[in-house]
């Protein structure tokens, strides 16, 4: 009994590794036919897909002529991965779509739209080239449907990857421009602050003005505050470094424009204040910079 | 390795290279000292451009140099702070507070020469 079982389990065995074998020959073969079909119909097909991406009204960012050079790309980097059975060039091709379409205030939802469009333009043409053989068709479809959806999937992967990016450069954008590190004098550099400080965008704060007092040589600079509502401990704390980092670069830090919350918040936190040299707005700061710069400034004549 | 100090008249300029170890720096608190006596100088100028990192070892050896100079009269200035170095001081706590500090050499030299004025 024993020794006529296992030459069956074994037999088994290989049967469906070579049947593994065999389906994944298969496979190949329907997707080589399958590319040909896409290939020889490509004028037509790609046609079809355009009319149905204006049908649904996607991509209106765009003129008729960009839709069609894209779609153009689109259909041919989508057969080739079905081709190829590689995704890299698709993704590297995503990749460069997006780069090029986002600024033209394209959308995601716009970008899965076109592709899952192209998806079943060609799924429809299948289904019409092999509708009198049922088995076949399925046997195409099995080939074609895990690949229509990794190549779905690579693009819209892509599409959104980019779109971080681009967020994520937008953001350090934001942050640079809001944090200016301005001179006005010989020596006197002036840091408006407005808006929100968070952690990070102190962290920066102090990083640029360091970097500012170093290219400027400042030996003053009054730190503007009079446009932020409120800072928590955290910040406060950074507000103090960043004025003892600025002295060990041998440059005196005036604090103007203390609101009366913000006062509340550095003494509760027990700031030691002789540390810090504050006045109470910009003009005042401005007028003690001076002084301790060695400038006097002196009406000439009357305004004109 | 040793600190060059060089002497600009009545100041001194201890010109620090990169990386300095512990008996580097207690060897340059030593040196300084008596050459300030030896020269009877009346400033010291650290300079620490080269250091692009300042441990609380160093921070503390930069305080003493300067407290043991001030005992003899004279006055020390720390030059060259580096912006990244300065920013990973305060966030480690290390302020060099009583220690005067500029920008660099100019800076510092133009520190000592007001200092020397008042004193006269």
Do not use: C
């Amino acid at each position: 009994m024993a020794k006529r079982e296992n030459p069956t389990k074994e037999s088994g065995a290989r049967n469906s590794q070579e049947a593994e074998l065999l389906r994944g020959e298969a496979t190949s073969e329907l997707l080589r036919e399958l590319v040909a079909h896409l290939r020889q119909n490509r004028t037509q097909l790609r046609e079809e897909w355009v009319v149905r991406i204006s049908e649904t009204r996607l991509l209106t960012a765009m003129t008729k002529e960009e839709i069609f050079a894209e779609a153009t790309s689109v259909y041919d980097s989508y057969v080739e991965a079905l081709e190829t059975e590689t995704f890299e060039a698709l993704q590297a091709y995503a990749r460069n779509l997006s780069e090029r379409i986002i600024p033209r205030g394209v959308e995601t939802h716009e970008v899965v739209g076109i592709v899952l469009l192209l998806r079943d333009v060609l799924a429809r043409s299948l289904f019409a080239k092999y509708q009198t053989d049922f088995k076949k068709l399925n046997r195409i479809l099995d080939a074609y449907e895990p690949a229509a959806n990794r190549i779905a999937n690579t693009v819209a992967v892509g599409f959104v990857q980019e779109r971080e990016r681009v967020i994520r450069q937008q953001q350090e954008a934001i942050r640079e421009l809001s944090t200016p590190v301005l001179q006005v004098r010989e020596r006197l550099l002036i840091l408006p602050i407005i808006g929100v400080i968070d952690p990070q965008r102190a962290r920066q704060l102090t990083e640029q003005l360091l970097r500012g007092i170093r290219t400027n040589r400042a030996k003053v600079v009054v730190i503007d505050i009079t446009g932020v509502a409120a800072m928590d401990v955290t910040v406060a704390n950074h507000l103090v470094q960043t004025v003892e980092a600025s002295r060990l670069l041998g440059a005196t830090v005036i604090v103007t424009g203390l609101s009366p919350e913000i006062a509340q918040t550095l003494v509760t936190i027990g700031v030691d204040l002789g540390k810090m040299n504050t006045v109470g707005d910009l003009q005042g700061g401005i007028e003690q910079a001076e002084r301790l710069l060695g400038y006097k400034v002196v009406t000439l004549a009357e305004p004109r | 390795m040793e600190v060059p100090i060089l002497k600009q008249g009545d100041v001194l300029i201890a010109t620090f290279q990169a990386a300095l170890s512990d008996a580097d720096l207690n060897q340059l608190r030593r040196g300084l000292v008596l050459q300030v006596v030896k020269h009877r100088s009346r400033g010291v100028i650290v300079d620490v451009t080269a250091m692009d990192v300042m441990d609380s070892f160093a921070s503390r050896t930069l305080r003493e140099i300067a407290h043991m100079i001030r005992l003899r009269g004279a006055e020390t200035v720390i030059v060259g702070i580096q912006p990244e170095v300065a920013f990973a001081m305060v966030q480690l706590g290390l302020t060099l507070e009583d220690v005067a500090t500029a920008l660099d050499l100019e800076e510092g030299l133009s520190y000592l020469i007001e200092k020397f004025k008042n004193v006269d």
